[in-house]
């Protein structure tokens, strides 16, 4: 008796069992879930002496980067960018942004 007999053989035997694709619920995708943590820290090198806090360490697709850059913008009342994997926020807001990222379920530090 070869493989596939012993598989018929099964199926006869619990015919209760689901077939295909939906044998088993793959579990909801998660952002929180799939993100690491997140590094907030202050930079001034290259900005005419200017602060900007960065939010590095995003693992997203470009578009949804900008939804969560224009949520942060639009809560913290800043201007700022997303662009090469990166969140600027202008000015140094290391704590209101770990707040913010907080709430929106991220996990973050503050280098």
Same mark, same amino acid.
């Given at each position: 008796m070869d493989w596939t007999e012993?598989?018929?053989a099964f199926r006869d035997a619990?015919?209760?069992?689901?077939?295909?694709?939906?044998?088993?619920?793959?579990?909801?995708?998660?952002t929180v879930k799939r993100q690491?943590?997140?590094?907030?820290?202050?930079?001034?090198?290259?900005?005419?002496?200017?602060? /900007?806090?960065?939010?590095?360490?995003?693992?997203?697709?470009?578009?949804?980067? +900008? @939804?969560? /850059?224009?949520?942060?913008?639009?809560? +913290?009342?800043?201007?700022?960018? /997303?662009?090469?994997?990166?969140?600027?926020?202008?000015?140094?807001?290391?704590?209101? $942004? +770990?707040? @913010? +990222?907080? /709430?929106?379920?991220?996990?973050?530090?503050? $280098?």
């Open positions: 012993q598989l018929k619990n015919p209760d069992l689901p077939e295909g694709p939906e044998m088993h619920d793959p579990e909801p995708e998660d690491p943590r997140l590094d907030i820290y202050i930079e001034r090198k290259g900005r005419g002496g200017k602060t /900007a806090t960065l939010i590095s360490g995003w693992i997203c697709e470009q578009s949804e980067l +900008l @939804q969560i /850059a224009s949520k942060l913008k639009s809560a +913290l009342g800043a201007g700022g960018s /997303a662009r090469g994997g990166d969140i600027l926020i202008q000015g140094d807001r290391r704590t209101q $942004v +770990l707040e @913010q +990222l907080t /709430a929106l379920g991220y996990k973050a530090r503050i $280098v």
